[in-house]
């Protein structure tokens, strides 16, 4: 098992095809919980993304809760990349099974979503920055749980 990356109803086009295109370049899977605030055919999606759409495992969740049952049923931990995280990302201990999910761009994920979650982390920003762009975040969490498992292609 290998880790996988997770989309809360994602925002903004273009910074989920990049997603997805990180995804692909790293062999992992994409899951996006719906509603996404875009058609996943979406041409910023597909401009982003470029070719390597079409060499992404992405796979659609109706709802949190459907999401949620595929999780469980694969025994996989659900680590949440949030402004409200305690432990920052670097220390934090990742599995070759977790699963990282960021919320979306405008409004990050509800307190079902947080609960839900087994760890919360954050990339820790200089005082008065609130955040980072959701690509941006999720590439470098990728590379740390990556490097940590051993999990960069070769």
């Given at each position: 098992?290998?880790l996988?990356l997770?989309?809360?109803?994602?925002?903004?086009?273009p910074?989920?095809?990049?997603?997805?295109?990180?995804?692909?370049?790293?062999?992992?899977?994409l899951?996006i919980?719906?509603?996404?605030?875009?058609?996943?055919?979406?041409?910023?999606?597909?401009r982003?993304?470029?070719?390597?759409?079409?060499?992404?495992?992405?796979?659609?969740?109706?709802?949190?809760?459907?999401?949620?049952?595929?999780?469980?049923a694969?025994?996989?931990?659900?680590?949440?990349?949030?402004?409200?995280?305690?432990?920052?990302?670097?220390?934090f201990?990742?599995?070759?099974?977790?699963?990282?999910?960021?919320?979306?761009?405008s409004?990050?994920?509800?307190?079902?979503?947080?609960?839900?979650?087994?760890?919360?982390?954050?990339?820790?920003?200089?005082?008065?920055?609130?955040?980072?762009?959701?690509?941006?975040?999720g590439?470098?969490?990728?590379?740390?749980a990556?490097?940590?498992?051993?999990?960069?292609?070769?």
């Amino acid at each position: 098992m290998t880790l996988a990356l997770a989309l809360f109803q994602p925002d903004i086009a273009p910074n989920a095809g990049t997603l997805a295109r990180t995804a692909a370049c790293l062999g992992l899977s994409l899951h996006i919980i719906e509603p996404a605030g875009f058609p996943v055919g979406d041409a910023g999606f597909r401009r982003a993304g470029m070719d390597y759409l079409d060499r992404t495992a992405i796979r659609r969740h109706a709802s949190f809760a459907a999401f949620e049952d595929w999780r469980c049923a694969e025994g996989r931990r659900l680590v949440l990349a949030t402004t409200r995280g305690a432990l920052p990302y670097a220390g934090f201990a990742f599995s070759p099974s977790d699963v990282l999910l960021l919320g979306r761009e405008s409004a990050g994920v509800p307190e079902e979503v947080h609960a839900a979650a087994e760890a919360r982390i954050i990339i820790p920003l200089v005082a008065g920055a609130r955040s980072l762009n959701v690509a941006v975040a999720g590439a470098m969490i990728l590379g740390e749980a990556l490097r940590q498992t051993g999990g960069f292609p070769r």
